[in-house]
């Protein structure tokens, strides 16, 4: 069975991180987890009263698994619900170690002004886990069934590639946006044969090229909005020194603007 974790922030109750969790849930047959952390932090814990206040948080926390196990029984979703208090990178990596998927929000308006990374965001720099994020204003129907991969021959996609195959095997439609870079300034390292390894997973693929040099991340967002994904598959924050296609740049784009749900893995 496909294990996936969504992780709920204290003060959602409808979202669309939540119709989208339960609408995957459903479409893979998947156990659904509720996480919920109650987040240390070294400011919070000088504050006046600041234990109090976790306590608080961390009650309320647990009174809302009644409210998750209706709702998978609404859904008819297999789900439990867990309350975990703890530094937040620290409880997320450890979370995700039995998780095939780690789901969360894409808040564009709410970025980590260093790198344009959110919280979650920034465990795939901390803890190397692959994390799905959904767009906050996301619309489309519930589940996956278009995908698109953004690939540049780095092990980062690769890594996202291998943890979205139990989304590929279900989806409608998967294309690959070839961008590697295959000029003499590219062939520093060893491909990786992604389209045999495709071929030997048995799924049918279209493979669409794009010019490495032209390949940001507006041009890959446009893409895949053209081909109605409901899902990008691609790496993130990988840095070829002998390519163009600087994945570091589009990952920010990415996570500043994308309108699509995002898979990512480093």
């Not at 709920?8 to 995957?24: K, N, P, Q, V, Y």
Request: hydrophobic residues 40%.
């Amino acid at each position: 069975m496909l294990e996936l974790t969504v992780n709920i922030d204290i003060r959602e109750i409808d979202s669309t991180l939540i119709r989208f969790a339960f609408g995957l849930a459903r479409q893979y047959d998947a156990h659904l987890t509720g996480l919920q952390i109650v987040s240390l932090d070294t400011t919070s814990l000088v504050l006046p009263d600041a234990l109090i206040a976790l306590n608080e948080d961390e009650q309320d926390a647990h009174r809302r698994r009644d409210w998750w196990r209706e709702l998978c029984r609404g859904h008819g979703v297999d789900g439990s619900w867990e309350v975990v208090r703890g530094y937040y990178q620290s409880v997320i990596e450890r979370q995700a170690s039995l998780s095939d998927l780690m789901i969360g929000s894409l808040c564009t308006k709410d970025t980590f002004p260093l790198s344009g990374l959110g919280p979650l965001s920034r465990s795939l720099l901390s803890g190397g886990i692959p994390v799905l994020l959904v767009p906050e204003a996301w619309a489309s129907d519930p589940g996956v069934r278009k995908v698109t991969i953004a690939w540049n021959g780095s092990v980062e996609a690769a890594r996202a590639v291998k943890a979205a195959l139990p989304l590929l095997r279900k989806a409608e439609k998967v294309m690959v946006l070839d961008g590697e870079d295959v000029s003499e300034a590219g062939r520093h390292r060893a491909p990786l044969p992604l389209r045999k390894w495709l071929e030997r997973q048995d799924l049918p693929v279209q493979w669409q090229s794009i010019d490495p040099l032209r390949g940001n991340g507006r041009a890959i967002h446009e893409q895949a909005k053209s081909m109605e994904a409901d899902l990008l598959v691609m790496g993130a924050w990988g840095h070829s020194r002998m390519s163009e296609w600087i994945l570091g740049g589009i990952t920010r784009h990415m996570l500043q603007h994308s309108e699509i749900s995002l898979l990512l893995a480093h």
